[in-house]
């Protein structure tokens, strides 16, 4: 039986499901401080305010310049103007431009002309080049940037370098014309090395872009890794044969932690926030609140972790492949669903990484098809938790916050999943926790709440 606690706010949230315009819930509550007003609670926040107290951003909205576009894909002009007023604020770079040819017949105009500086400056120094060679007569200053040409201009324009012995992460810069600077980059961590894929192609927001030059400058924005080398070693050797792979995202900051990230381990019950997804995006879809048949099986599957619902959720849907299309759906390329014609799903298996993800799209709105009143209700289920099932990543978290969080447990798997909110509601940060290889499960607690310990300990603070 729920809880009588719970039920109200589950009620609660499901009739103001169909209200479109409804305010987020605290997953995704934003303030108003610094100077602009749409990136309060973003990853990049505190890097966005950093560059604009410098002057080396403005606003997206002229002139009251209010907003920073966090979301926005980055330009090419925009890349050059940001790269160059940071240099110059913090005496990598002259404040005049050292040449005088006019390298581009397409930036003239740019920005009533406020660009081609910018654009000269970088061009003078060989940081940029044209946009169609071999001619290089073109910028093309509206045109977006990938991962790859921005990693390569921030390590031009800031000197940055790494020892040789220095071996790459990446799993994917292989033979590509940024693989050297992506590991120099990988060196002075500007980018999540945890994640093993580089993805150079990618195009990049403004926001990225911010974390990454502020990075440059500011290493001491990324707390400690929690996941010190030590505590991992100490914890394998205190229990040998069992595996253990971890994630963090620290919201303030943007910044990512992992252990052992490559490991991939069967899920348990932490399976069922990706069905708890799946069914509230069915409603979405279907422009309708979850029904009662359906609230009536998320609340135990998630607040008590019972296991019938999910299959009947999946004969809901329409069984095979409803599972693996949810995966699909979310992006989970780290996770391998089992759990179609009778096998047991509890023996998917998924990343840390992966996991963490799933929980920024299910109750934070990064990213991902789920909308505001969906996470509401995830929000609600998995605040909702039975008492007896809130250890792990609830270890070290201040009293007066908030934790929404699902734990899997069976046979010799302990894990734990979740988001931790401060006392105003705000989202801190995001955790995953996985394990296998204990004798029973709940043999497993203390080592899980040990390495939630680590992370409230780092970012909790």
Known sequence: MVDVQVVPRLAASVAVFVVLSMVAAPAVAVGNSGQFIDDDGVPAEQALEWLAERDVIHGCDPPANRRSCPDRVLTRAQAAKILVLLARHEGVLEPDRPGSVDHFTDDTTTWDGAAEPFIDHLADLAIVHGCDPPANTSFCPHASLRRGQITKMVVRTFDLEAPEGFVDPWDDTGGHFFEDSARVAAYHRLFDSTAGSFDGYDEVTRAEFASVVVRVFEPDLCAENPFTAGRVADLEQAHPGVAFTGYAYDLETGCAYGMNRSNQQRTASVFKVMVMGGTLLEAQEEGRAPS??????????????????????????????????????????????????????????????????????????????????????????????????????????????????????????????????????????????????????????????????????????
């Open 292 to 461: 009662q048949r359906e609230m009536d099986l998320l609340t135990p599957m998630i607040t008590r972790s019972t296991n019938p619902p999910v299959r009947e959720l999946w004969q809901l849907f329409g069984a095979a492949p409803w599972f693996t299309d949810q995966a699909e759906i979310f992006g989970l390329d780290e996770t391998t669903v089992v759990g179609e014609h009778g096998q047991p799903w509890g023996r998917t298996t998924t990343s840390a990484h992966d996991q963490a993800d799933l929980l920024r799209q299910v109750l934070l709105g990064h990213g991902g098809p789920l909308e505001a009143p969906g996470r509401a209700v995830a929000f609600d289920l998995m605040t909702s938790v039975t008492p007896s099932q809130t250890w792990g990543v609830t270890r070290g978290v201040p009293a007066g916050w908030d934790v929404a969080q699902k734990n899997g447990f069976a046979g010799q798997i302990a894990n734990s999943v979740g988001v931790v909110y401060d006392g105003a509601g705000e989202p801190v940060y995001v955790v995953a926790i996985l394990t296998y290889g204990w004798p029973s499960w709940d043999q497993g607690i203390p080592a899980v709440e040990q390495i939630g310990g680590w992370v409230s300990s780092t970012l909790a603070g």
